[in-house]
């Protein structure tokens, strides 16, 4: 069975601090994968997604960005964080077509 | 503005009855409605789904009902059990999009 991988659970980080979250897919091959943020009371917000190795499309301008260098594997980067950039990151996949996206568990990034 | 509203934040069910969870969505567009099960520290997890060529879909426990006149959407659970004490969410896609966009959510007790 697919299994979805993220970490880490929690993070710390200060102002000016870069970033990296991963996000690994086991059990599938050529996932579509995906990048959501949900800010403290909003929803949940795609960042970006990836239909396959080096494709990266971005939903929203910001001073994050996202790779994929493997097929199953999503990072998530910054190279300055902001305080803007606080909340809850989520990765999922899905198959290609009309199926359904599926979430890992998550990060709480705040930032200090 | 919310394009998929969940009216009710709550909802408390006692344990064999019937639960009946609501979504409304505004944007005829849409064409692919999900539910997801959320527990506290996880990402949300895929429940059941429907697309708009359909008004019923059952796996189980679980029914998901689609009126596209009335542009609403409804989640059954039959009977229900402690365990899915949880938060719903509805989530919807239009087509060739990748964005999931989420009702806020309605948290489901179930009463032994």
């Known amino acids: 069975s697919q299994t979805i991988h993220q970490w880490p659970a929690t993070l710390v980080q200060p102002v000016g601090s870069p970033l990296s979250l991963e996000c690994t897919v086991e059990?599938?091959?050529?996932?579509?994968l995906y990048w959501y943020r949900q800010a403290a009371g909003r929803g949940l917000q795609l960042l970006f997604y990836?239909?396959?190795?080096?494709?990266i499309s971005s939903e929203v301008p910001q001073n994050l960005s996202a790779s994929r260098p493997q097929d199953r594997q999503f990072i998530l980067s910054s190279k300055k964080l902001l305080l803007s950039d606080s909340g809850f990151y989520l990765c999922?996949?899905?198959?290609?077509?009309?199926?359904?996206?599926?979430f890992g568990d998550g990060t709480r990034l705040s930032i200090l | 503005d919310q394009q998929v509203k969940q009216n009710s934040p709550s909802l408390s069910v006692q344990e064999g009855r019937i639960s009946i969870l609501n979504c409304d969505y505004t944007n005829s567009m849409f064409d692919y409605f999900l539910w997801y099960k959320k527990y506290p520290a996880e990402g949300p997890t895929f429940l059941i789904s429907?697309?708009?060529?359909?008004d019923k879909n059952e796996d189980g426990r679980f029914t998901v009902f689609l009126n596209k006149s009335a542009k609403h959407l409804s989640l059954h659970i039959v009977p229900s059990q402690p365990g899915d004490s949880a938060v719903y969410f509805c989530a919807t896609t239009g087509a060739g999009s990748y964005q999931l966009t989420f009702g806020k959510g309605t948290k489901l007790s179930v009463i032994p």
């Open positions: 429907i697309s708009s060529i359909k």
């Open positions: 999922a996949w899905s198959d290609s077509g009309n199926q359904p996206q599926h």
């Open positions: 059990g599938t091959s050529n996932p579509n």
């Open positions: 990836s239909v396959g190795i080096g494709q």
